[in-house]
T-cell receptor
Framework: KAGVTQTPRYLIKTRGQQVTLSCSPISGHRSVSWYQQTPGQGLQFLFEYFSETQRNKGNFPGRFSGRQFSNSRSEMNVSTLELGDSALYLC??????????????FGEGSWLTVV | LAKTTQPISMDSYEGQEVNITCSHNNIATNDYITWYQQFPSQGPRFIIQGYKTKVTNEVASLFIPADRKSSTLSLPRVSLSDTAVYYCLVGNTDKLIFGTGTRLQVFP
């Protein structure tokens, strides 16, 4: 069974640009969540989608957005990139929402560097 | 929302048992505790999840005391390949928060 797939794995963008990251969840999983990981802030929750609806959102500015499609695949977008957005962006999927007795499985991440 | 605290780093030798503790004093009654392992440049990998008492699988055990304000991940007989960062995650269907991670270094 294929795991969570994220594309692209690595990318470099310039300040002010925007970026879109993609995530394909494990087959049958309907919940997709996104996280930002940086050396200074650790793993931080961005948002979660379940059945195409955003259920929860972390404490990030509106430049960070996402969506989920009917096949459960998800994208996240960051507009007007800043140097501080350089990070590993992780996508995770699970059968149901959240972690209440529900296991979240992570992808390998997308490394974003903003120059 | 529970705030989770972990030791920054731990050292061990091959063959020893390693216990990593996560403190979550404000854990909610519907929060679960999950542990992940992360290698450099990879996504976190699920190790074990529990709600109370003790859970064991083929790679680890998770001990959760009655008050649930802490949890301990136990790795039996570690090997060099267990060198990684270990995160505890406390959350429920609505909210979750990761610990700061514990960097485990295993020496030969």
């Amino acid at each position: 069974k294929a795991g969570v797939t994220q594309t692209p794995r690595y990318l470099i963008k310039t300040r002010g640009q925007q970026v879109t990251l993609s995530c394909s969840p494990i087959s049958g999983h309907r919940s997709v969540s996104w996280y930002q990981q940086t050396p200074g802030q650790g793993l931080q929750f961005l948002f979660e989608y379940f059945s195409e609806t955003q259920r929860n959102k972390g404490n990030f500015p509106g430049r960070f957005s996402g969506r989920q499609f009917s096949n459960s695949r998800s994208e996240m977008n960051v507009s007007t990139l800043e140097l501080g957005d350089s990070a590993l962006y992780l996508c995770a999927s699970s059968l149901g929402p959240g972690v209440g007795g529900n296991t979240i499985y992570f992808g390998e991440g997308s490394w974003l560097t903003v120059v | 929302l529970a705030k989770t605290t972990q030791p920054i780093s731990m050292d061990s030798y091959e063959g020893q048992e390693v216990n990593i503790t996560c403190s979550h004093n404000n854990i909610a009654t519907n929060d679960y505790i999950t542990w992940y392992q992360q290698f450099p440049s990879q996504g976190p990998r699920f190790i074990i999840q529990g709600y109370k008492t003790k859970v064991t699988n083929e790679v680890a055990s998770l001990f959760i005391p009655a008050d649930r304000k802490s949890s301990t991940l136990s790795l039996p007989r570690v090997s060099l390949s267990d060198t990684a960062v270990y995160y505890c995650l406390v959350g429920n269907t609505d909210k979750l928060i990761f610990g700061t991670g514990t960097r485990l270094q295993v020496f030969p």
